[in-house]
């Protein structure tokens, strides 16, 4: 295995340690993965993802292995145990190569008695193979299957299985272990040149594509086009027809939503805000890509210091369900406790936003979750003290919310509402 080889499993486990340590695996990996060539980079991106989002259905083996509860293993080798694993047995990489390189990596960062035990274990994986009672079957013990192989909280587990069938929530674990396909909104009428960038249409998605080779950063450039997931696109379209000017979108970062609702609809001038100006900067670095023309505006939507809009797009800091698959580590943050905070952060929002809406416009309420004391829960608590607000009948979907399921539409999760104010007099 070469050198690189190694540097590419070096920076995975950085990333493993730095997620253990509390930091966000995208994050973690943007500074780890710096100075990679392409192919380890999607090599590292690969191993350490893949094992934090795997990460219960890794250990739930490496119990049978270990002399003790992985919980007493030092952090270190537990992250190089499942970097390890996780190669043994989600990948192509030969077995000698995958303990010898997970050895080589830790190299500088373990000592010999802690790279013996690493490599006990991962050679009694090999020659073992997996235990096929390591983990509760679907049929006997549906939440230990699908919170052990399919690695998930157990309590978000049994959430999705109170209020979803079976099938779907097998389907959406699914979902979200696997690697999302990198797709676009197209922004303009027409864009040439699609089979040269590396662009397929996207089956039954109007104005979406799907990136089937290439470097994303090319159609950006190529475009305009953004980077989206047709459930974030189904709600711009859900939020475009009728709206007026000015339009206010209060928690704008990264900024998908506001572009395309910039050139979606003739709705002027469109104003981006959002609490923190780094993230900020991301929304301006879009308009920019783009020709978006957007005002911007550093803004804590619970005291909001704009006023008078005619559409205000809320889309709240939300626990995220729906979007599990692209934040590897999300999974494994979110708590019941966290997510009773959002929601009452979400209401605080809400009930500051409605004062921004001019008579006869319109609010719109966004999340990426699939929880319904985040969706339609938390509006009808808005709607029953907000007498002036109701659901808008002249939507696109006459008065009904959006729903977008991951399991029915092989996209994210994600849910919108429209809500109308009435005019005065």
Request: aromatic letters at 4%.
């Amino acid at each position: 295995m070469t050198g690189e080889g190694v540097a590419a499993r070096r920076a995975a486990l950085a990333v493993l340690r730095d997620v253990q340590a509390g930091a966000y695996a995208d994050r973690a990996a943007s500074d780890r993965f710096r100075g990679l060539g392409p192919r380890d980079r999607g090599l590292a991106q690969e191993l350490a993802f893949g094992a934090i989002r795997l990460q219960a259905r890794l250990d739930a083996e490496l119990e049978r292995w270990c002399d003790r509860p992985i919980e007493r293993l030092d952090a270190g080798v537990l992250a190089a145990l499942r970097l390890g694993l996780y190669q043994l047995r989600e990948t192509r990489i030969p077995p000698h190569a995958a303990v010898s390189t997970t050895l080589d990596a830790t190299r500088h960062a373990a000592g010999s008695g802690a790279r013996g035990l690493i490599n006990a274990v991962l050679r009694r994986a090999v020659r073992e193979g997996r235990p096929a009672d390591a983990y509760p079957t679907l049929e006997e013990d549906p939440a230990g299957y699908l919170s052990t192989w399919g690695s998930h909280p157990a309590w978000l587990i049994r959430r999705w299985l109170e209020r979803y069938p079976l099938a779907a929530v097998e389907r959406l674990v699914e979902l979200d272990n696997r690697p999302p396909p990198v797709t676009f909104r197209l922004l303009g009428a027409t864009t040439p040149g699609l089979a040269e960038l590396g662009l397929a249409p996207l089956p039954g998605r109007s104005g979406m594509v799907v990136l089937e080779k290439g470097d994303p950063a090319d159609v950006i450039r190529g475009g305009p086009a953004i980077a989206q997931d047709p459930a974030a696109s189904a709600v711009v379209d859900y939020v475009s027809p009728g709206i007026e000017g000015p339009l206010l979108d209060v928690c704008a970062a990264p900024g998908g939503k506001a572009v395309g609702l910039w050139f979606a609809t003739d709705a002027r001038p469109v104003i981006a805000s959002d609490v923190r100006l780094e993230r900020l900067r991301a929304v301006r670095a879009l308009a920019r890509d783009t020709g978006a023309d957007l005002l911007l505006a550093v803004m804590d939507g619970r005291r909001p210091a704009v006023r008078g809009a005619r559409t205000v797009l809320l889309d709240v800091p939300c626990s995220g369900t729906g979007v599990l698959r692209r934040r590897p580590d999300a999974r494994w943050r979110l708590r019941p406790d966290k997510l009773s905070a959002l929601v009452e952060r979400q209401h605080e929002l809400l009930r500051a936003s409605a004062d921004l809406v001019e008579p006869g416009g319109l609010l719109v309420y966004a999340t990426c979750s699939l929880e319904p004391e985040e969706n339609e829960d938390q509006v009808d608590r808005f709607l029953a003290g907000h007498p002036e607000f109701r659901r808008d009948p002249g939507g696109p979907l006459g008065g009904k919310d959006l729903h977008v399921m991951p399991w029915e539409s092989d996209s994210d999760g994600a849910y919108a509402s429209r809500l109308r104010k009435r005019r005065m007099g």
